[in-house]
């Protein structure tokens, strides 16, 4: 396949700055009327050729100012319409007129159906499936859109913009015109239509206009929508209150879909949202679901200014609104919620999804300079290292400075399609610093490493770090140029005080960040009088790995008192990945694993100190996932060992703090009406998380049936599911609370999902013959992509022992699998294949059927260039 560069960008000879688009909608053959204003762009000479987009289209008219086209003035292919003989006037009018057939449209990308309705998918490059065009952002265009339909099939016509009119047709036909008064790329286009119910209110923008709100959902579910509804005003109030940022329509429209291959689509005035992320009530909706829809609403929102008033000029800029975005929405979550407690899980996150990527075969930098498909670019790194990376600038620049820039950036950019060169400089103008080698962090791939050492001389009163930075190698990137880190720290003294100094040399300090520039700095502190523990990267100051040579005195110190809640909590997770990795050796040593008492004891201490908030508690006593430890393992991993090693910890866990979890357990207990906020939430994850303690121990199985059977809320009924479903799998108590499940939610496909990944994430190797059952099963549909990842995805992904089975089978397994649904839908197969980018770390017999996977799907016939793309990455 064709690979796209940066350096070759270079603006079209033409733009459109005005698009008309009709749409007679039929389920089989949809006709599109695109009339467009093109315009040849100065010193473009005449006889260059415009050379529209297209993918799979049917042409069925073309003509230019009100006359056909000679057959010799053009070429026309699926992929392509290619106008030899152009107008010499600088403006002209071409109509196109195609035909699409959205009912056989699996891709779900450009126009297609979803139970009934239908809808558009179109970024990166999925307008050109509905007409030819410039499928390019940095093409902006004004739209009016009409749509015709039968009123019985769609008595719902919407589009991006306002409304403008509508009114019957003859023979039960309407119609409806939108029209949208901002300039805007393609990818942004967006139209529904179908039968929907219908849930309103509206908000007042800072300036005073008020602006109708509505969110369509299936009808009958309108009662599902409050909690987006409420999320979306209150982040429509908070983008005026953080970044002075106003909405710019009459209306703001949401419409929730079923089959949808991402969470949702900024679409300009009307996001789509995949119905996972709207609908919600305690009944059906975890605390994490809850959580999940304010962030999600919350990010689609945002873009309206950062995305869609200031676009990319290119998709390797994609970082320019994803990441910032992602910043967005985190500061947007924080603020509503705990700030601690929101970090650790963005770190989380960010560990087990970014720095495998970019720790593999598929690393690439936040901006890349190479793409064969850019669907395949919607990435961890650019999204959460992209967002990181907008975090480092805040920290360097400090608030202030950093929401100047902000300012500029709006300023300066509207009505734009702008680079990341354009981003970084409204800082560099906003604070007269040089941000070059601060850059690097967009333009070079992989994880830097930190190394650090101490030491103190009391009799000079010198405490000294020396901290040397490294970024491994990745794929194309040998040679790597020394970044810009900014390290949060701390010297945190024996009664939890942070240290005076007098003076430091070796590097520039500020505010309680180190900047690191070279490769080595000696960074010495003086009139430090007894030696400090050093709390190193707060606040996850900066997307780093730490090999710190630090006592472990200092580490249960630190976990105990740092007063940064970021690396409190760093701290005791560090001690429990270091305990599981002893404990992972010990296995493989034949060994049984020990655990010192100070570490159980600490465990204990953390999840009944009262003054830490439940939330932060239940995030502390969650033990580092199995990817987690295989990761900070890095290499031979035998995933069998290390679900050994996890188990062994929370057994030890739980078997010295039997009384204080169950009393806590119980005194937890919540007899309040249900309410979804942060506070609430936590105190049913703290519960949760004894509660899977607890099942470890006798009457443990007993105790997670009563908490299933009792739960009144989706949130703990979900939790001991999975506690029975895996700690007690085959049991007749898990036999039932899968059965009772499945009978009372049969019918709501979005809860039977979580039925679906609970089964698939049991370990063990037996999981494999579940889940092929259960892609026989009724709610599941290889067609839909929340059915798909919720079995397949979780299976692949989140079960190291069941994917990973010594003989190879979850592979097979998957490589079928990953066949079958790529038939249908590439974007949703090669997603499904990244499950296996880190196969190099695996041990050498589980390595070489990993490859064998990996080289069966490369070596399939007609493979799409989505999955070829992650496939021949990944080997390579
Ligand atoms: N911009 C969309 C993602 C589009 C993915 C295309 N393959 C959602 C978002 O990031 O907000
Ligand atoms: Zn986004």
Known sequence: GQVFKLEDYRPNDYLIPETNLTFRLSPQATRVIAVLTVERRGGVSASAPLVLDGDGLTLLRVEIDGRPLEPADYMATPDQLTITTVPATPRFQLVIETEVAPAGNETLMGLYRSSNVYCTQCEAEGFRRITYFLDRPDVLSVYTVRIEARRDEAPLLLSNGNPVESADLTDGWHYAVWHDPFPKPSYLFALVAGDLGKVTDSFVTMSGRKVELGIYVEPGKEMLAGYAMDALKRSMRWDEEAFGCEYDLGVFNIVAVSDFNMGAMENKGLNIFNDKYVLADQETATDADFANIEAIIAHEYFHNWTGNRITCRDWFQLCLKEGLTVFRDHEFSADQRSRAVKRIAEVRTLRAHQFPEDQGPLAHPVRPRRYREINNFYTATVYEKGSEVVRMIRTILGDETFRAGMNLYFERHDGQAATIE??????????????????????????????????????????????????????????????????????????????????????????????????????????????????????????VTLSVEQKADDQFFLAGHDSDAFSRWQAFNTILTDALIAAFRQILGGKPSVFASRLTDLAGKIAGDETLEPAYRALALALPSEADIARDIGKNIDPDAVFRSREALALAIATANKKL?????????????????????????????????????????????????????????????????????????????????????????????????????????????????????????????????????????????????????????????????????????????????????LEPGRQAKAREALLAIANAENLSADLRDIVERTLV
Do not use: C
């Not at 004894?690 to 739960?711: I, T």
């Not at 089975?805 to 649904?821: H, I, M, N, Q, S």
């Open 422 to 543: 354009d981003f970084i400089k409204v800082f560099e103008d906003a604070s007269g610093r040089d941000l070059q080698q601060f850059a690097l962090w967009y333009h070079q791939a992989g994880t830097p490493n930190l190394t650090v050492s101490s030491t103190h001389n009391p009799g000079s009163r010198e405490f000294t770090l020396e901290i040397e930075q490294s970024v491994p190698p990745t794929p194309s990137e040998s040679r790597k140029r020394l970044m810009h880190i900014p390290l949060a720290f701390g010297l945190v003294g024996a009664d939890g005080e942070p240290v005076a100094y007098s003076s430091v040399e070796g590097a520039t300090v500020e505010n309680g960040v180190i900047h690191i520039r070279k490769r080595r700095h000696v960074v010495r502190f003086s009139g430090v009088a007894e030696r400090p523990a050093v709390s190193l990267n707060r606040g996850f100051s900066a997307p």
């Open 661 to 841: 979890f169950s009393d806590l357990y119980d005194h937890l207990v919540d007899d309040d009406a249900f309410s979804p906020d942060a506070a609430s939430a936590g105190r049913r994850a703290l519960r949760n998380i004894l509660l899977d303690y607890l099942s470890l121990l006798p009457a443990g199985r007993e105790l997670a049936a009563d908490h299933f059977h009792s739960a009144t809320n989706m949130t703990d009924r979900a939790a001991a599911l999975t506690v029975l479903a895996h700690r007690h799998h085959g049991s007749p108590e898990a036999i039932k609370a899968l059965a009772d499940f499945e009978a009372v939610y049969a019918d709501d496909p979005l809860v039977m999902d979580k039925w679906l990944q609970i089964q698939a994430s049991v370990p063990g190797p037996q999981t494999v013959d579940t889940v092929r059952a259960l892609t026989r099963h009724s709610a599941f549909s290889m067609a839909n992509p929340n059915r798909v990842r919720s079995l397949i995805g979780t299976f692949s992904s989140a079960n190291q022992t069941g994917f990973h089975r010594a003989d190879g089978d979850g592979y097979r397994f998957f490589t079928e699998t990953v066949l079958e649904v790529e038939k249908r839908n590439p974007q949703v197969a090669a997603r499904l294949a990244t499950a296996l980018r880190s196969w190099r770390s």
